[in-house]
């Protein structure tokens, strides 16, 4: 059964950071992954989606990479701001789960201006 | 930009009523999909709706809930009798394709009283 685990929980930085949100899967048979924003009380807005034939998938300041092998991904978030403050939460498709997307428990970012 | 749009953005119901939370899909998506998220928790996968039928459900998804798309256009939830433990938030997605980016709409707010 696919597991996927969000890594800090919680993260609090200075404005002007550049910081990393980790995002770990078990089953490695995947489709793709995709990350989400979410604001408090709101609904979720995609940020990158990355296909499991893919290394990496950037948008402006966001830079996501995917480790199929290793069950692993990362968001890169440049220059962070404190407009990036809100919770962070990735989600995989996989092979032989129809076209659900199983999610992690999210990474909370504040960002202190 | 099209978006996935629900109403209401929040329902109070009393233990026992029936519910139906209503989604409008982009309008070139196929695939739909509704997902909640308990107050703290992951966002979790409830059922998969394709070429007007279910084609996947979670084991949250019993018999108290129910999935139609009346309409060329809406999306809809029923929940026959609610529980306390249905309080949450729902979210509605849809995609063009069974594995291609999903996208979320704001979310409907049940509280089961």
């Known amino acids: 059964k696919q597991e996927v685990t969000q890594i800090p929980a919680a993260l609090s930085v200075p404005e002007g950071e550049n910081l990393v949100l980790n995002c770990s899967f078990t089953d490695s048979a995947i489709y793709n992954l995709q990350w989400f924003r979410q604001d408090p009380g709101k609904g979720l807005t995609s940020l990158l989606l990355i296909q499991s034939s893919q290394r990496e998938q950037t948008s402006g300041r966001l830079n996501a990479s995917l480790d199929k092998s290793s069950g692993r991904s990362t968001l890169y978030i440049a220059a962070s701001q404190p407009g990036d403050s809100a919770t962070y939460l990735c989600?995989?498709?996989?092979?032989?789960?129809?076209?659900?997307?199983?999610f992690g428990q999210g990474t909370e970012l504040s960002v202190k201006p | 930009e099209p978006e996935v749009t629900q109403t209401p953005s929040h329902q109070v119901t009393q233990m026992g009523q029936e519910v139906i939370l209503r989604c409008v899909p982009i309008s070139n998506h196929l695939y739909f999909y509704w997902y909640r998220q308990i107050l703290g928790q992951k966002v979790e996968f409830l059922v998969s709706f394709y070429n007007n039928e279910i084609s996947e459900k979670s084991e949250i998804f019993d018999d108290q809930f129910s999935v139609e798309r009346p309409d060329g256009s809406n999306f809809t939830l029923k929940i026959r009798s609610t529980k306390l433990e249905d309080s949450a938030m729902y979210f509605c997605?849809?995609?063009?394709?069974?594995?291609?980016?999903?996208?979320f709409g704001p979310g409907t707010r049940l509280t089961v009283l």
């Open positions: 989600a995989v498709r996989g092979v032989n789960q129809g076209g659900k997307l199983i």
């Open positions: 997605a849809s995609t063009t394709t069974g594995y291609n980016e999903q996208f």
